[in-house]
């Protein structure tokens, strides 16, 4: 997947539009959405709509096997990924921050493939 290293926003973004939502972990205080082998991480209290619901452990999980639509990131403020009806999104900084990250994004190093990891960070 060609990335664009001059715009993050643009580089992490095609890393995950287009992808499949294929898990979920809830992990001591943060959440890991797993995008195929791309992981987005979330240190900070989520939001969003999912279908007609708010934002809880139920509805976050029904994003497994959705497909990546959009990836946003608005800078100071957060990093979102919508599918369909639904956006869920974890703000950069603010009173649920609990350190200098916020949002993490990895994709994992594909050797054979001659394609390095890459991290980036809100």
Not at 113 to 120: E, V
Request: overall charge negative; some cysteine.
């Amino acid at each position: 997947m060609a990335t664009n290293n001059s715009d993050p926003t643009a580089s992490a973004r095609a890393e995950v539009v287009g992808r499949q939502i294929t898990g979920v972990c809830f992990r001591h205080d943060f959440i890991e959405v797993h995008i195929e082998d791309v992981i987005l991480t979330g240190m900070t209290k989520p939001f969003g709509m999912i279908g007609c619901q708010g934002v809880g452990p139920a509805s976050i999980v029904s994003l497994v096997g959705r497909v990546v639509e959009g990836f946003e990131v608005v800078e100071g403020e957060y990093v979102a990924i919508d599918s369909g009806e639904s956006r869920l999104a974890f703000p950069i900084g603010g009173e649920s921050g609990t350190g200098p990250e916020s949002v993490m994004l990895v994709r994992p190093a594909h050797y054979e493939l001659d394609i390095p990891q890459a991290t980036w960070i809100w």
